[in-house]
């Protein structure tokens, strides 16, 4: 729908990955991306 955030999210998702954060981080992110796509 919005690339741009489309992109953002999925460029902050591989950054907390790269950085190791907890599960629980990364989990929400792609749980914010996919609510952001089927919205």
Known sequence: R????QTK???NG????RNS???DVI???FE???FSLTD
Do not use: E, G, P, R
Not at 2 to 5: A, E, Q, S, T
């Open 21 to 23: 954060f907890s599960w």
């Open 32 to 34: 914010t991306l996919y």
């Open 9 to 11: 999210l999925i460029a």
């Open 2 to 5: 919005d690339k741009n955030l």
């Open 14 to 17: 591989q950054n907390t990955v």
């Open 27 to 29: 989990i929400k992110q």
